[in-house]
């Protein structure tokens, strides 16, 4: 490919039968097969001159020529915001993101977001459909903290893409949730979708439903509060913190899926609770959910990479506490 980005590639005999898009992706570096279909949409990569479909099937001495643009700069600016890399190479970065932090700019939150410090800290980001800017393949609520992994150039977001959507990918946080278990393990299995009157919110009771399923084991038991493993099978918006309320076992500090009167009720609802832990817990700010462990296959190297995030310390510091009750 030239310094503009002009290329030409004659199709030989043993790609010929191929889908176009796919053709272009595997020939050009940082070239995703969707931004690839994207410029074929757009007749910006023609065969012999003419337009085609990104499913057009290639023939032995087709002449693909195009052209791919630079990535445009998105509006959003770099800014100095620490974070945490557990990993990192000139392919994908895995941060463990701390409680209170956006994971990318929306309406309310164009700075002071994650996407503003990973524009800071990697100058080497490759363009992503057509974009400089990080490639977020997977979010973590504002105030859930952990593990989350983001791609650096096009191919790589695409194949980590591709992982999330065949479930392929080890999701397992840690949670501190109300209330003690009989058994030691078990399946939530209950779809969620958009609750019928908040369209903030998610719920097992929505009219369009998507299945979910979550597997828990008890890590350490206490009196009135249970430290639980959760794998994600499934990756639906709010996925544990609505599996958890509707077991009616609600996550500590989550202010939206809790009931309403918990914290009032907190000593009747939970008699087990020492009362030297009911101020504690009152006066925990955000869900006590952290994305622990996350495991995936390489985009370049197909080698099997998972990490580990270190707990965040509120949560350290709560969880403390309870093991210091007795």
């Not at 974070?83 to 941060?95: A, C, G, Q, T």
């Amino acid at each position: 490919m030239s310094r503009n980005g002009a290329f030409s590639i004659c199709v030989a005999n043993s790609d010929q039968g191929q889908r176009l898009d796919v053709l272009v992706a595997s020939h050009l570096s940082d070239c995703s097969r969707s931004f690839a279909a994207s410029l074929i949409s757009n007749a910006q990569i023609r065969v012999d001159g003419q337009p085609k479909k990104p499913g057009y099937r290639v023939k032995a001495g087709d002449k693909i020529e195009g052209q791919i643009p630079a990535p445009e700069p998105i509006g959003f600016k770099p800014e100095p915001i620490e974070i945490n890399r557990l990993y990192e190479d000139k392919h994908l970065v895995v941060i463990n993101k701390p409680p209170g932090l956006v994971v990318h700019p929306a309406p309310g939150h164009y700075s002071g977001t994650l996407v503003n410090a990973l524009l800071y800290h990697c100058p080497d980001l490759k363009g992503i459909g057509g974009a400089l800017r990080p490639g977020i393949v997977h979010r973590l609520d504002k105030d859930t903290s952990g593990a989350l992994v983001v791609a650096k150039s096009g191919d790589a977001h695409e194949h980590l893409a591709r992982q999330f959507k065949a479930r392929t990918v080890q999701k397992t946080y840690l949670t501190l949730v109300f209330g003690e278990f009989g058994a030691t393990d078990g399946t939530i299995r209950l779809s969620i979708g958009r609750h019928p009157t908040d369209r903030k919110r998610m719920s097992t009771k929505s009219r369009k439903r998507r299945e979910a399923e979550t597997q828990w084991k008890i890590c350490e038991q206490f009196k009135g509060i249970t430290l639980l493993e959760l794998h994600l099978k499934t990756g639906r918006t709010h996925q544990i913190r609505v599996h958890c309320a509707a077991i009616e076992h609600p996550i500590v500090g989550d202010s939206v899926y809790r009931p309403r009167k918990l914290l009032k009720n907190i000593t009747k609802t939970y008699p087990a609770l020492p009362a030297s832990m009911v101020d504690a817990v009152k006066a925990v700010k955000r869900q006590m959910l952290h994305a622990w462990r996350l495991g995936f296959i390489h985009p370049k190297t197909g080698e099997k990479m998972v990490f580990e995030a270190p707990m965040p310390q509120d949560m350290e510091e709560l969880l403390n506490k309870l093991r210091g009750m007795a």
